[in-house]
């Protein structure tokens, strides 16, 4: 059976039926921090959930939770991307290399990047590479 992560946040059922399970709401400082040691997976995956306007913190937490030399597998819809290049460039200021790009499939790009070290830009550093578009959905 499926069981809720203590991180999980309360989830509303349907309208009026208040949240699936009631626990204290995480401090806004900790929301985007999964409960994993620092430097302690091999992959970090994010297939179409770049999604918030906080993407560099996602790619942060990447960053602390993947071991050294770690693998970091993006999947976006190419839609999203105004530059693909300022992109890359941004991800890489985060502490990553780029391995290998994918970007011959009309809906969707493919990267992995490998783990080279911490951010190197500091938390104010403006990295304007990181706001992606809303997705465009196509009638087909």
């Given at each position: ?12 059922v ?97 990267f992995d ?28």
């Amino acid at each position: 059976m499926f069981e809720e992560p203590e991180w999980a946040e309360a989830a509303p059922v349907a309208a009026g039926l208040g949240p699936v399970i009631s626990r204290p709401q995480p401090a806004a400082a900790l929301q985007n921090r999964v409960p994993l040691e620092d430097e302690s997976v091999d992959v970090a995956v994010f297939c179409l959930s770049l999604m918030g306007t906080n993407i560099r913190d996602f790619l942060e937490e990447a960053n602390r939770v993947l071991k050294p030399g770690g693998l970091l597998k993006v999947a976006e819809v190419s839609s999203r991307f105004e530059d693909v290049w300022t992109f890359l460039r941004a991800v890489t200021k985060l502490g990553f290399k780029i391995v290998s790009k994918d970007l011959t499939n009309s809906h969707f790009f493919l990267f992995d990047f490998q783990k080279t070290g911490p951010p190197q830009v500091g938390p104010k550093a403006q990295l304007s590479g990181l706001k992606l578009h809303p997705c465009l959905y196509k009638r087909r």
